[in-house]
């Protein structure tokens, strides 16, 4: 009965459904016999959900009406507003982004913030840009559009950004659609945990403008795990500088999510923010997806924005924030390190790692297999197209040392048996 021009509508997640095996071995194995890799939320070294303490004390002193209320505008209230500018670009926002104009609208977590992005600027049938490592519900989000997909690579044979296939195929579809869409998740990209250097930036940046001159730019910058990013106050400003000064034909939109921000998954509290030098652009984002963000969810947490405000304006509650991130941060880059160094040892290969929840294995057209095998030994990864997906951001040190090397042996073995 559902209208025939959507289609086939029919969902196989494929990271809750071998989360859901991983839980199920544990009950029947006990926890010390499994490796689950498959959870994309931060865990701390007991093996529970790390629920930052700043963020919670601030929650749970919230008036009872801050938490069931309705929101005071359904585009996100005026200080959480202000609380993601601050966040996002710093407490000097308004002298950094001079001669600019910036837009922020709440959505429900990054996801909503994304999702609206593409159906406001994706035109019906379009083909939207995508790495071709991804979080696969970007595909999703395009097909609501009936929309394409196309892959950019990655990676080149040097395993830094490939520029090259970027370029061919920003040109390409530049070419035959009044409306370019692409998505880089940017830093921390999920799956790899890569990060793009300055100089890379620069030369999508030329990219971005030279295509501009055949078409309508419409840049989504994934940060949803940015404030896991292991780069300084300076060095965070000089990634931004990036996003300034662009033609009016580019837009900016980053797409921010308090799951990572504040360790608050449930909250269901992100935002879009524009940035553009044109006035009419900036004006026009807000207008349009305003009128999705009504018609859509109509409202969003009170009490997550609250408690983000509270926090973020507060420059005491802000630091002890930040020293929260930091200590976590740190305990994620020595998981990283861990495997890391084990794959190395053994000859893992593992694609380029910088910081992040994540990190991925290549294993090709053995990918189905791997997966098989690595089951039968009560390893849960998340599976990919043509790779696996480590979640360092929850196995402990102690469960992720020896790991690089158990998942090489089965690796080896798959390949030995398809010979």
């Given at each position: 009965?559902?209208?025939?021009?959507?289609?086939?509508?029919?969902?196989?997640?494929?990271?809750?459904?071998?989360?859901?095996?991983?839980?199920?071995?544990?009950?029947?194995?006990?926890?010390?016999?499994?490796?689950?890799?498959?959870?994309?939320?931060?865990?701390?070294?007991?093996?529970?959900?790390?629920?930052?303490?700043?963020?919670?004390?601030?929650?749970?002193?919230?008036?009872?009406?801050?938490?069931?209320?309705?929101?005071?505008?359904?585009?996100?209230?005026?200080?959480?507003?202000?609380?993601?500018?601050?966040?996002?670009?710093?407490?000097?926002?308004?002298?950094?982004?001079?001669?600019?104009?910036?837009?922020?609208?709440?959505?429900?977590?990054?996801?909503?913030?994304?999702?609206?992005?593409?159906?406001?600027?994706?035109?019906?049938?379009?083909?939207?840009?995508?790495?071709?490592?991804?979080?696969?519900?970007?595909?999703?989000?395009?097909?609501?559009?009936?929309?394409?997909?196309?892959?950019?690579?990655?990676?080149?044979?040097?395993?830094?950004?490939?520029?090259?296939?970027?370029?061919?195929?920003?040109?390409?579809?530049?070419?035959?659609?009044?409306?370019?869409?692409?998505?880089?998740?940017?830093?921390?990209?999920?799956?790899?945990?890569?990060?793009?250097?300055?100089?890379?930036?620069?030369?999508?940046?030329?990219?971005?403008?030279?295509?501009?001159?055949?078409?309508?730019?419409?840049?989504?910058?994934?940060?949803?795990?940015?404030?896991?990013?292991?780069?300084?106050?300076?060095?965070?400003?000089?990634?931004?500088?990036?996003?300034?000064?662009?033609?009016?034909?580019?837009?900016?939109?980053?797409?921010?999510?308090?799951?990572?921000?504040?360790?608050?998954?449930?909250?269901?509290?992100?935002?879009?923010?524009?940035?553009?030098?044109?006035?009419?652009?900036?004006?026009?984002?807000?207008?349009?997806?305003?009128?999705?963000?009504?018609?859509?969810?109509?409202?969003?947490?009170?009490?997550?924005?609250?408690?983000?405000?509270?926090?973020?304006?507060?420059?005491?509650?802000?630091?002890r924030l930040e020293k929260e991130r930091e200590f976590y941060r740190n305990l994620i880059k020595e998981r990283a390190d861990i495997f890391i160094s084990e794959?190395?040892?053994?000859?893992?290969?593992?694609?380029?790692?910088?910081?992040?929840?994540?990190?991925?294995?290549?294993?090709?057209?053995?990918?189905?297999?791997?997966?098989?095998?690595?089951?039968?030994?009560?390893?849960?990864?998340?599976?990919?197209?043509?790779?696996?997906?480590?979640?360092?951001?929850?196995?402990?040190?102690?469960?992720?040392?020896?790991?690089?090397?158990?998942?090489?042996?089965?690796?080896?073995?798959?390949?030995?048996?398809?010979?």
């Open positions: 009965m559902i209208a025939k021009d959507l289609g086939e509508r029919k969902l196989v997640d494929k990271v809750f459904s071998v989360a859901k095996k991983a839980k199920d071995a544990m009950a029947e194995l006990g926890e010390e016999k499994v490796v689950n890799a498959t959870i994309g939320s931060l865990y701390d070294e007991t093996g529970k959900l790390v629920v930052l303490d700043t963020a919670m004390k601030v929650y749970k002193e919230l008036p009872p009406e801050e938490i069931a209320g309705y929101a005071s505008a359904f585009t996100g209230a005026p200080e959480y507003k202000e609380s993601v500018k601050i966040s996002l670009f710093g407490r000097d926002y308004k002298e950094f982004l001079k001669g600019h104009y910036v837009e922020v609208l709440a959505t429900p977590g990054g996801t909503g913030a994304i999702s609206n992005s593409i159906k406001n600027y994706l035109g019906h049938g379009d083909t939207l840009l995508l790495p071709k490592w991804l979080w696969s519900p970007y595909i999703l989000m395009a097909k609501e559009k009936n929309g394409d997909c196309d892959f950019y690579t990655l990676f080149n044979e040097e395993n830094r950004f490939d520029l090259v296939d970027f370029k061919e195929r920003v040109e390409k579809l530049a070419k035959k659609q009044d409306n370019v869409v692409i998505i880089i998740n940017d830093p921390c990209q999920n799956p790899t945990g890569y990060r793009l250097t300055i100089e890379e930036w620069k030369e999508i940046r030329k990219i971005l403008i030279s295509a501009s001159e055949e078409a309508n730019i419409i840049l989504i910058l994934d940060v949803a795990y940015i404030d896991f990013d292991d780069r300084s106050f300076e060095e965070r400003r000089e990634y931004l500088e990036t996003f300034k000064n662009l033609p009016e034909k580019v837009l900016t939109i980053f797409t921010f999510s308090l799951s990572k921000a504040l360790t608050s998954y449930g909250m269901r509290v992100g935002a879009q923010i524009a940035l553009s030098t044109s006035e009419s652009v900036v004006k026009e984002f807000y207008e349009a997806n305003s009128f999705s963000c009504r018609s859509t969810w109509s409202n969003i947490s009170r009490g997550g924005m609250k408690m983000f405000s509270e926090i973020i304006l507060d420059e005491e509650k802000s630091f794959a190395k040892e053994c000859g893992l290969d593992i694609l380029p790692y910088v910081s992040g929840f994540f990190l991925t294995i290549p294993t090709g057209k053995y990918t189905p297999k791997v997966e098989e095998l690595l089951e039968k030994n009560h390893i849960y990864t998340v599976i990919l197209d043509e790779g696996i997906r480590i979640a360092v951001c929850s196995i402990t040190k102690e469960r992720i040392k020896g790991l690089a090397k158990r998942i090489k042996v089965i690796y080896d073995e798959v390949i030995s048996l398809s010979e």
